[in-house]
């Protein structure tokens, strides 16, 4: 039998490029968790069949499984990738290193503050030279990493560029949230742009490295042990609305073809190790499939919300979400209080006081939290841990129950919530903190008894 040559429109395959040292975004391919087709280098991506006997010129193919072979079809994700070496050059002379301030559950035991509302006002920007990876910091962890369940949350803060210094989290996805100055992803995918307003998902297992944009940056993670993160279910609010699919995007291929020393860090199990290499992890050429880095800008989110009475539950502001075996109970909910018009009647607009199963990390990217306009600036954090009670301070409850009802617009504001059905442990780095407000529960010393029988 003779071979046949498969031919396919090049023009259908997203083409990308080599990353240089001034490289920027290279562009990026629309659609939530659709299977993309990208090369760097034209010709580069195999038609018709994942593993050639020979892959076009000279790379090495390999896959990458986000789920087990066997998931359903509707679950499964997996991409393959064609390298200029395969990721076994990448696997050996690992030792353990210091692991600094990064904690994976389970961790407890750490903190010795009692059970309460927490607040942390924004951590400082380092003084000495600090990448993403060694100004990374755990805030908070539950579950256990080892079982695939919880989360852990995590704080960066840097003031340089990774160079060539790579990183792999074995553990779990990261769910990243800028909020001071953007940073720039070069992962094995290619190369995501995320700044404020903006979030950028690495799923489990893709190498990475972090550069700086225009100046200092800051911002949160949630790293995700559980299942994979997802569009919520709409429910009765039908087809459109929250998250569309079509507003996330994904990196077209893009590849470092650089020859030299790399430090590669690995964290698996909770362990950070470290090893050398003599070439750039980033050398995918071309890649095809549905498991891969994305970003999402939180401004094409769309609300809905009550246009009579009443303060719906904050559910309806969830971007994605990571399920459990428990319907309708997440392991991870990424909930997000956007722009939005309030316009209810005969109503408490803010976040009404309440004591919640599910525990809350909450961080707050920029503008005003209309539940707390005093205490809660930009860079700020919050933890209320299941059935701990909170919900607005004097000030907002004053003026919430006394204004007048016009339609109003909240502008110019970004918070959002890491929520859990686990009770979130600080780490001793976060109880430690010299930002931690220890004076965070006197904001409601000034509710006052308004109860009356005349």
Request: proline share 9%.
């Amino acid at each position: 039998m003779s071979e046949k040559t498969i031919s396919y429109p090049q023009e259908l395959i997203a083409l990308g490029g080599l990353i240089e040292p001034d490289s920027t975004d290279f562009g990026y391919m629309p659609g939530y968790e659709n299977t993309h087709s990208t090369q760097a280098v034209p010709g580069a991506l195999p038609i018709g069949r994942n593993s050639p006997q020979r892959p076009p010129l000279g790379l090495y193919a390999e896959q990458l499984s986000g789920t087990a072979f066997t998931a359903p079809r509707a679950e499964n994700k997996r991409s393959w990738l064609y390298r200029i070496r395969p990721s076994v050059k990448h696997g050996t002379g690992f030792k353990k290193v210091p692991k600094g301030g990064i904690r994976t559950a389970p961790c407890r035991n750490e903190c010795d503050l009692p059970a309460m509302q927490f607040r942390w006002h924004p951590v400082p920007f380092p003084d000495e030279p600090t990448d993403f990876l060694a100004g990374l910091k755990t805030i908070t962890t539950c579950g256990d990493a080892a079982m695939q369940t919880g989360i852990a949350t995590h704080l960066y803060v840097a003031n340089t560029s990774m160079g060539r210094r790579y990183f792999h989290n074995a553990d779990g996805e990261l769910l990243i949230v800028p909020q001071e100055n953007a940073i720039r992803l070069i992962t094995e995918f290619g190369v995501i742009t995320g700044a404020p307003g903006d979030i950028v998902v690495i799923p489990r297992g893709v190498k990475f490295r972090v550069d700086l944009v225009d100046g200092p940056v800051r911002g949160y993670i949630c790293e995700n042990y559980g299942k994979a993160l997802t569009l919520p279910e709409r429910g009765p609010i039908g087809a459109n609305c929250l998250a569309n699919a079509r507003d996330f995007l994904y990196p077209v291929a893009a590849y470092e073809d650089y020859e030299g020393a790399c430090e590669l860090f690995l964290k698996a199990q909770g362990h950070l190790y470290k090893t050398t290499i003599a070439q750039s992890p980033i050398d995918v050429v071309a890649w095809h499939g549905n498991y891969a880095p994305y970003k999402y800008d939180l401004r094409r989110f769309s609300p809905v919300g009550a246009t009579l009475f009443d303060h719906p539950d904050p559910s309806i502001y969830t971007v994605l979400t990571s399920a459990s075996e428990l319907p309708g109970t997440a392991n991870m909910d990424f909930v997000i209080f956007p722009e939005r018009w309030l316009v209810m009647e005969d109503s408490f607009r803010p976040p009404w006081y309440h004591m919640n199963v599910m525990s809350e990390f909450m961080g707050l990217v920029y503008g005003v939290y209309d539940a707390k306009p005093g205490g809660f600036v930009p860079g700020s954090m919050s933890l209320h841990n299941a059935l701990v009670a909170h919900g607005p301070d004097t000030e907002a409850f004053a003026k919430a129950s006394e204004k007048a009802l016009a339609p109003e617009r909240l502008s110019g504001t970004l918070a959002f919530m890491f929520e859990t059905r686990f009770t979130q442990n600080p780490t001793g780095f976060a109880s430690n903190l010299e930002t931690i407000d220890q004076t965070y529960p006197d904001c409601w010393d000034g509710l006052q008894r308004n109860f009356s029988t005349d």
